[in-house]
């Protein structure tokens, strides 16, 4: 037997049931729908001797490929003449009859929608026909020869103006070391008036001799990669001939000892 426990509610009727609020599962799985290539726009044909040029818009799309039929009507039926991954296509061919040609976008194997247009080859009737042909090659021709003259002109003039502001670079470059060195000869020449290196004038001094010589492998370097040979043999000598000079200053004592002058020969 089992035993049931009764629990008192009340008079009235029972609470109605709230029904559940929809929900929504955005995990639910979407397959995957790649994306239409656009509608073919812009197909032209070009007639041509013995032949049609076709020429339309690029799709935008990475991996267009370009599917190119021909046919006898508008609607088809179109037979492949090729599959081409440009925005172009030449069609040779010596029959003389206007044919309609289609171009139709792919993409990684899906097709688009594609354009249809009319043309035939263009026919040679006449001399004059075959003159205006050669006039236009001719043209054609001349055209091409003075681009390719201009761009040689423009490059060669950027070459000239390229080379004489490397040359100006250089021979500024020769300038400032001429005179660098030029002005600290020039000032540890006139130190002083009396000829005298005071031990007061020469810490600054010490200093400014020892940066000197410091920017030495500096400028080599830069003369190196400056291909300037003779100015960088004058310039050493320079350094040379002033350190030198500066080791013959030690009487009473040595130009760069604090404890006492030092008289200039």
Do not use: C, H
Not at 10 to 28: H, I, K
Not at 120 to 128: G, H, L
Request: proline share 6%; net charge negative; charged share 25%.
């Amino acid at each position: 037997m089992r035993l049931v426990t009764l629990i008192d509610l009340g008079a009235g009727a029972l609470p109605a049931q709230t029904p559940p609020a929809a929900r929504f599962a955005p995990w639910l799985v979407q397959v995957y729908a790649p994306p239409q290539p656009p509608v073919l726009s812009d197909l032209t044909a070009t007639p041509v001797v013995d032949g049609v040029l076709l020429e339309w818009a690029p799709v935008p799309l990475s991996g267009a490929v370009y599917v190119v039929g021909v046919g006898g009507s508008k609607d088809g039926p179109f037979t492949e003449l090729a599959q081409v991954d440009v925005a172009r296509y030449l069609y040779s061919n010596a029959e003389t009859e206007a044919k309609w040609f289609s171009v139709t976008p792919s993409v990684r194997g899906v097709l688009g929608i594609g354009a249809t247009v009319e043309a035939a080859p263009k026919v040679i009737a006449s001399d004059e026909d075959l003159e205006e042909l050669q006039r236009q090659i001719d043209e054609a021709n001349r055209l091409r020869m003075e681009g390719d003259a201009k761009e040689a002109l423009d490059r060669a003039n950027q070459i000239a103006a390229e080379a004489q502001e490397r040359q100006q670079q250089i021979d500024a470059e020769r300038a400032a070391r001429e005179a660098a060195v030029a002005a600290e000869r020039a000032r540890i020449d006139a130190i002083d008036d009396d000829e005298i290196i005071s031990p007061v004038e020469k810490p600054q001094l010490r200093i400014d001799f020892a940066a000197l010589m410091d920017r030495r492998e500096g400028i080599n370097a830069q003369a190196d990669l400056s291909e300037v040979v003779d100015e960088k043999a004058a310039y050493n000598e320079a350094l040379d001939r002033l350190a030198a000079y500066m080791d013959t200053l030690t009487s009473p004592t040595r130009w760069d000892d604090t404890s006492g002058n030092t008289n200039l020969t």
